[in-house]
Every structure is written in C-alpha cells, then in structure tokens.
C-alpha cells in the first residue's frame, strides 16, 4: 500500500497569513503514461463530510477558491492557502488515487487561527 | 444537486452483523464507481470498500477483508455494504463516496453525512 505522510500534523496561522500543508507518498503517484499526479486534496470541517478542493494534485474543484492551491509531483505535494480565512480552519487530507484497489488518505493536518 | 444518503447505522454487539445503505440521487448512478470510506471517533480517513460500475470490479481494505461485503442496485441506485463478524474496531462514521471514474480508482467529488456504526457490549 502506498503509505501518504502529512507535516505537520497541526498548524497557527494567522487571519491574511500564508498556510502550508506538506503531504508525502511513500512510492511515485505520477502515472507516466499521461503525466498526471493522482493525488487530491479535502478539507473536513466539524460534523461535516470531507470536502474536494482539488484533485490531480494542482486542479482546484469547481466552486473552490483561488486562494486554495496545490502543487508538487512524483512523492511531494503542498496545499497552499495563500491568505487564511476563517472559514478555512479544518482538517485537510491528501490522498492518493494512484494504487489498486483502494485510495489511501493522510493522518489529515488541522489548521487553526493564530 | 447530488444527494447521497447512507441509512442502517446503529449499536451492534462484537460479532453480530449490520447492514448499511446509501441511497443516490442528481447523477446517473451506474455511471461511476462507488465507495464506503470511514472514519472512526476522533480520526482520520479509511477507505474500507469500492465496487465499480457494473460490480465487475470490487475491492476491500485488509482490514475489512472477508467480514464485508459491497454491492450495489442500479435498479435502485443504491449502494450498500454488508458487515459480518463486527469488532470494537470497526467503530466509526461510515460515508459514502462517489467516485469521478467507473472503475478505476479516483478521487471523490461527492460525500454523504455518514451512518454511525457503533461496535460495543
């Protein structure tokens, strides 16, 4: 199974701040054949279900905004919040698509307010 | 608007059995793979289960294996897993997850609000 490692595992940041979160797998989830890292991010709020917000590592879902970003490729990936809101404090997951059968996720980081 | 709406949570003793439910609705169901993904008190996220499509191709986390079972209605779009031989560890919010692909593995563009299973004497 290909193993994904969140840093850190909980993050202050304050309101207009930059947040990074850090997600690593433990083998390459860039498929060759069409240059595509298969690898999402999700943001859970309290009593909520996990939320998509960006997928193919640096692809932002429809509705999700801009200030959201990802990056990275092969094992290292970032999810960037380029000016905390505080509607973003969550839990973020990663999560690899890239195995069979199944999808592993990150222990998931929690980001507060400073 | 995609509504998915898992049923069939409850307390169950270690070893009995429980059935859970997610019923789809606002995309056509037996065009994409479904999953069950959990998440016990307090923790992260794990995949438990994924049946594409058609149920040619299931899948089943280790920890899962051979005491669940997924299948799916297309009829009925609803999507179900059967869980046998309950542990305490089997504890959690079950969700159900939609799939962006048919079969293969993907990422998850749709959740439910998640049953609660509680294993406990």
């Known amino acids: 199974d290909i193993v994904m490692t969140q840093s850190p595992d909980s993050l202050a940041v304050s309101l207009g701040e930059r947040a990074t979160i850090n997600c690593k797998s433990s083998?390459?989830?860039?498929?060759?054949?069409?240059?595509?890292?298969?690898l999402a991010w999700y943001q859970q709020k309290p009593g909520q279900p996990p939320k998509l917000l960006i997928y193919?590592?640096?692809t932002r879902e429809s509705g999700v905004p801009d200030r959201f970003s990802g990056s990275g490729s092969g094992t290292d990936f970032t999810l960037t919040i380029s000016s905390l809101q505080a509607e973003d404090v969550a839990v973020y997951y990663c999560q690899q698509y890239y195995s069979t059968p199944g999808v592993t996720f990150g222990q998931g980081t929690r980001l507060e307010i400073k | 608007e995609v509504q998915l709406v898992e049923s069939g949570g409850g307390l169950v003793q270690p070893g009995r059995s429980l059935r859970l439910s997610c019923a789809a609705s606002?995309?056509?169901?037996?065009?994409?793979?479904m999953h069950w993904v959990r998440q016990a008190p307090g923790k992260g996220l794990e995949w438990v289960s994924g049946?594409?499509?058609?149920?040619?191709?299931?899948g089943y986390a280790d920890s899962v294996k051979g005491r669940f079972t997924i299948s799916r209605d297309n009829a009925k779009n609803s999507l179900y897993l059967q869980m046998n031989s309950l542990r305490t560890e089997d504890t959690a919010l079950y969700y159900c997850?939609?799939?962006?692909?048919?079969?293969?593995?993907?990422?998850?563009?749709?959740w439910g609000q998640g049953a609660l299973v509680t294993v406990s004497s």
């Open positions: 049946i594409s499509w058609n149920s040619g191709s299931i």
């Open positions: 997850a939609k799939s962006t692909s048919y079969s293969s593995p993907s990422y998850f563009d749709y």
């Open positions: 606002g995309f056509t169901f037996d065009d994409y793979a």
């Open positions: 083998q390459s989830v860039l498929y060759s054949s069409n240059n595509k890292n298969y």
């Open positions: 193919w590592a640096s």
